[in-house]
Nanobody
Framework: QVQLVESGGGLVQPGGSLRLSCAASRSIFSANVVGWYRQAPGKERELVATSATGRSTNYADSVKGRFTISRDNAKNTVYLQMDSLKPEDTAVYYC???????????WGQGTQVTVSS
């Protein structure tokens, strides 16, 4: 079992910035992929950004140029830097990690991000 604990959410004005953190209880260096997803009220969960170990990052078109995913393998922590935030970015943000082998897919509990004036 792997624990993923998100932090850093909150209320921010449009145009502002937030940095989300996801601390993993297992080495993220050994993960196949780590990433961030979000779910707004009444909508399905959607991909925000992913980072495949030793490979490239991937972003949703709606956040390209504004959000940056990064990882600190020594701290087993994944970050999501969110700049130029818009009201439509309001959602619960979830950290996800997938390790090799069947059933090794885990979610964090989520952190609320609200963009409002």
């Amino acid at each position: 079992q792997v624990q993923l604990v998100e932090s850093g959410g909150g209320l921010v004005q449009p145009g502002g910035s937030l940095r989300l953190s996801c601390a993993a209880s297992r080495s993220i260096f050994s993960a196949n992929v780590v990433g961030w997803y979000r779910q707004a009220p009444g909508k399905e969960r959607e991909l925000v950004a992913t980072s495949a170990t030793g490979r490239s990052t991937n972003y949703a078109d709606s956040v390209k140029g504004r959000f940056t995913i990064s990882r600190d393998n020594a701290k087993n922590t994944v970050y999501l830097q969110m700049d130029s935030l818009k009201p439509e970015d309001t959602a619960v943000y979830y950290c996800h990690g997938r390790w090799y082998g069947p059933g090794n897919s885990y979610w964090g509990q989520g952190t609320q991000v609200t963009v409002s004036s």
